[in-house]
């Protein structure tokens, strides 16, 4: 399966989307700040970002925009993105992605990941970050799911943050949403872990979270052109 190299990103102003998305990392911080990295705050995150989805298909933008530009990606028969919110703490993305494509594992360190579905299945690998060295994404421990429409996955900044995504229908039809677990200044760089021989274990994935983010701050690169 050929990982897709070219993304059109295009920024849609006025999407109605953005108020909703603000309150939700609102309520995901006050979550994650209760429960920690464990799978109940998934849980509880999960919940929230399926009844944003909810009211995102009731925005302006999903009612007046985002059939047709759906079916003009569908058309082109290549994978697209559109930028919907890209705040500073909040990036809120549109993914239309052909049969056969996926986003190579990669990681998005000391942020929160979430996918919402909308239209198609996706398989989703993923794991906590830092957990696999050397990274091979075809290791039986890695786990996964498919996920049909208005099904959300959620990635806390360590604990499943990792993650590789697969379309296994036609098409499919997604929204990532990146949240900053913190207000500091650094961009939304992705990270593509490398293969090297270190051990592993989930004390090296707080590290590995912590450098990146500081690495990141210094640099202030900017946002990747990718999930």
């Known amino acids: 399966m050929e990982t897709l190299k070219r993304v ?5 102003k006025k999407s109605g989307v953005t108020k909703g998305a603000t309150k939700l990392r609102n309520k995901i911080l006050k979550t994650y700040r209760k429960l920690g990295e464990t799978d109940n705050s998934i849980k509880v995150i ?8 909810r009211d995102v298909k009731k925005s302006r933008y ?8 759906v079916r003009e990606a569908v058309a082109s028969g290549e994978y697209q993105r559109f930028s919907l919110v890209d705040d500073g703490s909040i990036k809120l993305s549109l993914h239309v992605m052909p049969k056969g494509s996926q986003i190579q594992m990669h990681a998005h360190p000391d942020m929160f990941s979430i996918t919402l579905v ?3 299945v996706l398989k989703i690998k993923y794991d ?20 049909r429409a208005n099904k959300v996955s959620s990635g806390l900044p360590v604990k499943n943050n990792l993650h590789q995504i697969q379309t296994v229908s036609n098409v499919s039809v997604f929204f990532s949403l990146k949240i900053k677990s913190s207000f500091k200044h650094c961009s939304f760089a992705q990270t593509f ?5 270190v051990e592993s274990g989930l004390l090296m994935g707080f590290l590995e979270s912590f450098v990146s983010l500081i690495n990141t701050c210094l640099l202030y690169t900017s946002p990747s052109p990718r999930d």
């Open 62 to 69: 999903y009612l007046t925009q985002h059939n047709n530009i």
């Open 128 to 147: 906590s970050w830092g957990r696999l060295y050397p990274l091979n994404t075809s290791d039986s421990s890695l786990k996964f799911a498919l996920f």
């Open 8 to 12: 059109d990103v295009i920024h849609i």
């Open 46 to 53: 999960n919940n929230l970002a399926e009844e944003y989805f």
């Open 193 to 197: 872990p490398k293969k090297r021989p």
């Open 118 to 120: 909308d239209q198609g």
